[in-house]
């Protein structure tokens, strides 16, 4: 029987495939990768593809489905089972195989999964994913075959070859992890038991329907239970996932979120003292105090585009070490690590820095230059309407002079500060940013920033939300 599938169009995504499961997402959509993928990866001489799945409801029939589709293109199918979306980035590159897909849905709700793919060791995103639609629609796929199936456990491995690279001496840190129900879960119990120190793991069985708190550690909300457990055990710092723990949150002593730029000063300072001169990258979203202190530790600086994939591919192009994103993606690229974002990994480093400080991580934190910003702020814009907004509103800018990057979206600094207006590239939606040293500079951002909106025939967004000053 001729294959042919129509995927719903909102599941093809810039950097995954995702939907919400029994309306946009099912068996049927996962058999189609598996068929389209798999067709990819034998066309390009390929045999074998690494499947993992993550701890949601739904997951485990999903993967059924994606590796039923992967062996009737057939292939040879390496199932890792449930664990971390990084554990499947290391079991395909330490596999060497030509491919490797996770079944997740990240920091997402319960009823959303989805597919994060990569092929050849890169990430596989855009028109890559586009193409994935096309093929299926088409049935443009390889002839069917009868692949094979090999379970194994890889786990045991990989939480070893994460906590290898701890490097904190002799001090004894006092830890308290929050899974939050997350994927990691049995990989985390097994990094504790290696690793020196003493280790608090909150909420640590797996569970799909997340009753402790939603899995992303962005979110301040999210991090209460892990902020008042530090408190409770006077520990040295504490450490959140999301869903598939490929992003972080971090908490210090006293309990303060270093959020994503501030984690990145902190690893960026070590990278340097290793790799004096090395690019650094972060993406738009982060704080001008971010690049300032990369270059005052002798690094250069590189701001690039939001997206895991696309940092991933700039990396690579540029020979950085270490890279990361306002969300908690952090990449190391050093000759330790392989270059994908491991949430596990950056906490395992990052716990051998605070083990070798000679003060506590909130005396770092609190000497960090201070500013006033306001939170990600996300309003509807049309799909086919919202990068044309960004186009007016530079076009506008760059004919008054204003002082602009328009590396992803528009971000423009003032003697103020900075705002950015950026379209998302996964939904139908614009992001916008202010970041200020004052509350009257803020205040100046945000008015500069309405009044581009208003000029593009757009409402302003809501600042009511409290500032998030870091």
Known sequence: MKFQHVFDPTSLREYDIRGIVGQTLGAADAFAIGRCFGSLVLQGGGKNVVVGYDG?????????????????????VIRIGRGPTPMLYYATTRLRAAGGIMVTGSHNPPNYNGFKMMLGGKPFFGPQIRRIGEMAASGDVVAEA???????????DYAARVAGDYDGGERQLKVVWDNGNGAAGDVLQRLV???????????????????????????PANLVQLIAAVAEKGADLGIAFDGDADRIGVVDDKGQILFGDQLLIVLSRDMLARHPGATIIADVKASQVLFDEIARAGGKPLMWKTGHSLIKAKMA???????GEMSGHIFFNDEHWYGFDDALYAAVRLLGIVARLNNRLSAVHDAMPKVINTPELRFNCDDRRKFGV???????????????AAIDGVRVNTPDGWWLLRASNTQAVLVARCEASSEAGLDRLKTALVAQ??????????FSAENAGH
């Open 453 to 462: 909106l208003e000029a593009s025939g757009l409402p302003a967004p809501d």
């Open 193 to 219: 038991e290696i690793l020196p120190g003493h280790h608090t793991v909150l909420n640590a069985i797996v569970d799909g329907n997340f009753p402790a708190h939603h899995p992303d550690p962005t979110v």
């Open 146 to 156: 009868a692949g094979t199936a090999l379970s194994i456990d890889i786990a045991a």
């Open 317 to 323: 192009e540029t020979g950085s070490p270490l890279a």
């Open 390 to 404: 960004i186009e007016e509103v530079a076009a506008r800018l760059q004919q008054d002079g204003a002082d602009v």
């Open 56 to 76: 949601r409801l739904s997951s485990p029939g999903l993967e059924t489905a994606l590796v039923d589709g992967l062996k009737a293109s057939g292939l040879d």
